[in-house]
């Protein structure tokens, strides 16, 4: 591994060397037959993982972008939108939908919790919504959102489903073609970036729209965008030699071995691995009474937001850390200063999670707390073996 660092935030997270291999290849024309084999490739890997029966767009940018292209290709100006936000990034939809005028209705959820489906059910009652945005894991607050629930309301009442996906995708099943609960009860648009569950550097956004999607765009006549504009880049998802805007040849290398390596895991073994690593990491921290803000019914796999325990002064915590290799991320808003977010996706190990809750003890120490490293470690242990992981 040539990482120094332990990169445990919520993205971007450990890049593993083959992925380094790619990125660092020797930059090609992007009309270069050669590049345009693996772009062809990344398009055709990202098809198949998420299932769909639509197009999948891969852009320069980082997720938010790839947030962007979702709405302004789907909700025209003055459409309603209602965005089911379990924090931060779920808020973020809010400024998106402005800036392009689409009219926001919004259900918001106490930090750590899910929303109330019975709000979301009265909202999709009396109201009639192009579409609804729901943030599959929310990275400020390590909460999931149950898709198995939303996703059939959101369709029944006839809105186009929007999963933003960008700590989730690859880590959280997100099948195109699943319906949820009977017919036309699947997802229409995920969207994600290269550089958290998938574990590529970030630098590309990827956005995938089924059928019904791509029927949303078609019935604009035009949108209030050049580069994000859908069909300005189907031409080139058809035809990766064809050009529009040039894509990002190295980062579009490494993204498509950071996709053979998802691959290559496999789907399944990928969701049950994180579904571990949550509980397991959760499990560990709390032997040092760190208690994580969400539910365990709530929390994601990819990311946990956890309260320190009484006493400790998060920067000195963090920095201690740090000095060891061990990268955490503060908390958001309010939770600023009283708790701290680790990320345990992608291309992370259990190797490198066991490193983490030593390094976390032992900072903790330092800081002149008590820490039962030994105990945290077996707990971290037993949980990820007990799902036969290694
Ligand atoms: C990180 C993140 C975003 C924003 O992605 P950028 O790549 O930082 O633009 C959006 N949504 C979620 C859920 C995220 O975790």
Redesign the pocket.
């Known amino acids: 591994m040539r990482n120094e660092d332990l990169l445990l935030i ?2 971007p997270t450990p890049v593993v060397d083959s992925i380094y291999d790619a990125l660092g290849e020797e930059t090609r024309a992007h009309t270069d037959p050669r590049f345009v084999s693996r772009f062809k490739k990344a398009i055709e890997r990202t098809k198949r993982i998420l299932n769909t029966d639509g197009e999948v767009f891969i852009v320069a ?7 962007e292209m979702a709405l302004v290709n789907t909700i025209a100006p003055g459409e309603k939108l209602l965005i089911i936000s379990h924090g931060y ?2 808020d ?1 939809f809010i400024k998106l939908g402005q800036a392009f005028g689409i009219h926001i209705d919004l259900l918001q959820a106490e930090w750590g919790k899910q929303v109330d489906l019975k709000h979301v059910k009265e909202h999709l009652e009396k109201n009639q919504y192009k579409a609804v945005t729901v ?6 607050t390590g909460v999931q959102a149950s898709l198995g629930e939303l996703i059939p309301l959101i369709k029944q009442h006839g809105a186009l489903a929007i999963v ?5 995708t690859t880590a959280m099943p997100e099948d195109m073609q699943h319906n949820y609960a009977g017919p036309d009860t699947a997802i229409d648009i995920v969207l994600t ?4 569950a998938i574990g590529v550097p ?1 630098g590309v ?1 990827i956005v995938a729209f089924s059928q019904a999607a791509l029927k949303a765009r078609n019935e604009m006549k035009s949108v209030s965008a050049y580069y994000c504009d859908i069909h300005n880049w189907i031409p080139v998802m058809h035809d990766p030699s064809k050009y529009f805007a040039t894509p990002p040849v190295n980062m579009i290398c490494a993204l498509e071995e950071g996709l053979r390596i998802v691959e290559e895991e496999g789907l399944k073994e990928r969701y049950e691995r994180h579904k571990a690593y949550g509980r397991a990491v959760r499990s560990a921290l709390r032997v040092y009474g760190m208690v994580p803000l969400a539910e365990e019914k709530d929390a994601a796999p990819t ?1 946990s937001c956890i309260y320190y325990p009484e006493g400790v002064d998060d920067a000195a915590f963090r920095a201690e850390l740090a000095k060891e290799g061990v990268i955490l991320s503060g908390a958001l808003a309010h939770l600023a200063g009283k708790a701290f977010r680790i990320g345990h996706m992608g291309n992370t190990t259990p190797d490198m999670l066991e490193t983490a809750i030593r390094k976390i003890g032992e900072a903790l120490q330092k800081c002149g707390h008590e820490a039962a490293v030994e105990e945290a470690v077996s707990a971290l242990q037993e949980t990820l073996g007990s799902l036969s992981i290694n």
């Open positions: 919520p993205g940018g980082s997720g938010t972008l790839a947030m990034f779920g973020r943030t599959h894991a929310d990275t400020s933003d996906g960008v700590c989730a970036g290269s550089q958290k970030p956004g990311l």
